[in-house]
Nanobody
Framework: QVQLVESGGGLVQTGGSLRLSCAASGRTFYSMGWFRQAPGKERAFVATISSSGGSTYYADSVKGRFTISRDNAKNTVYLQMNSLKPEDTAVYYC????????????????WGQGTQVTVSS
């Protein structure tokens, strides 16, 4: 069993930065991903990182602005978000998958409770 707890969300102005963290307990050698859900929209893929950290993949909408990383010694995954835009406003979720670098939410078994990110214009 894996438990995931996100932190680091908040309110930021357009162009600002935030770093989200996802602390994992239990077995941690999973591929990890970040997803987001804006009001009235479906949950959408943001980024994923392989269990070793050697491979990453991003949604086109965040490529070049967001960076996913992980510290397996600390059982933590990060999402560095730069050049934030109002359209990045959403609840951000981290998730763990048995399969490497997945973009589909149904391939993720464990989910955190989410952290709100609000970008003001």
């Amino acid at each position: 069993q894996v438990q995931l707890v996100e932190s680091g969300g908040g309110l930021v102005q357009t162009g600002g930065s935030l770093r989200l963290s996802c602390a994992a307990s239990g077995r941690t050698f999973y591929s990890m991903g970040w997803f987001r859900q804006a009001p009235g929209k479906e949950r959408a893929f943001v980024a994923t990182i392989s269990s070793s950290g050697g491979s990453t993949y991003y949604a086109d909408s965040v490529k070049g602005r967001f960076t996913i990383s992980r510290d397996n010694a600390k059982n933590t995954v990060y999402l560095q978000m730069n050049s934030l835009k109002p359209e990045d406003t959403a609840v951000y979720y981290c998730a763990a998958s048995h399969f490497e670098t997945q973009v589909r939410s149904e391939m993720y078994t464990y989910w955190g409770q989410g952290t709100q990110v609000t970008v003001s214009s």
